[in-house]
Structures are given as C-alpha cells and as structure tokens.
C-alpha cells in the first residue's frame, strides 16, 4: 500500500512537471498588461500588453474584454504624411517572439465601456483570441 502510495505521488509530480514544463516551452503568455481610461466619458479606452510567444508563430485575430462592448485591434502609423490609428484584422507574432502593444504602436481600442464599473475596479480582465482557436486571458492594470 505505501509503495502504491509512493508509486501514484511520483506520478502526479512527474505529470505536474510535465504541464509545467509544457506551459513554459509553448504557450503564449501576457505580461504588463494596463489600461488607458478615457479622457472624456463616452470616448474609447485604450488596453496595452506583452505578448510573449515561446511556441511557432501565430497571430491574434480577436480580443474580448467584458468591460467593453467591443474591441479592436489598431495599429498606429503614417498615413499621406499624418501618424494615424486604423483597425487591423491580426497581429502576427513571430516564433519565440512577442509583440508589444504600447502608446503609439499597437493597442486595443475598447468601445462602450463599463464605466461605472471601469471607475470602480483596479484591474480588468481580457481574453486575446489567436488563430487556430487559443485563447489567452490577462489581467489590465488601471492607470488613471
Ligand atoms: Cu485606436
């Protein structure tokens, strides 16, 4: 019974080391994640993140955020001569690379926002859809 015992607890670490090291080698995590209110009630709110990809290439095709109504992926650039945000369709994320969304690069643009609940929480939750059909959730910081 004891070397049953002993046999099942090497097993369940050896199947615990095994997820972690697979979370570790392939999928995608986000880090730094934070939140731009609106300046202005009623205008859009901003969301930024890391997007670290240690597994092959793939790109984010969506993003859902319950404290918005919608929620899109812009892209900032030049455009006849004046830098100007546009909504794309995907972000591509290399093999073993990451992709930063930052003031004036890529960002999340959040539409019909919560706002009395935006006013109360100090963080809000996301979830970024890739291709293929993986979801990886975050956590926003508020930065007010
Ligand atoms: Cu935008």
Known sequence: MTAMKYGFSRLVLLVAFLWSGAALAG???ISDAWLRPPAVAGRPGA????LINPGPATAIVAVKAPIAGRAELHAHGMAGGIMRMRKVERVEVAAGGQVQ???HGYHVMLFNLDEAKLGAAADVSFTLLLEGGAKVAGQAAIKR
């Open 47 to 50: 969301l930024y993140f890391t």
């Open 27 to 29: 999928e995608p995590a």
């Open 101 to 103: 969304f930052q003031p």
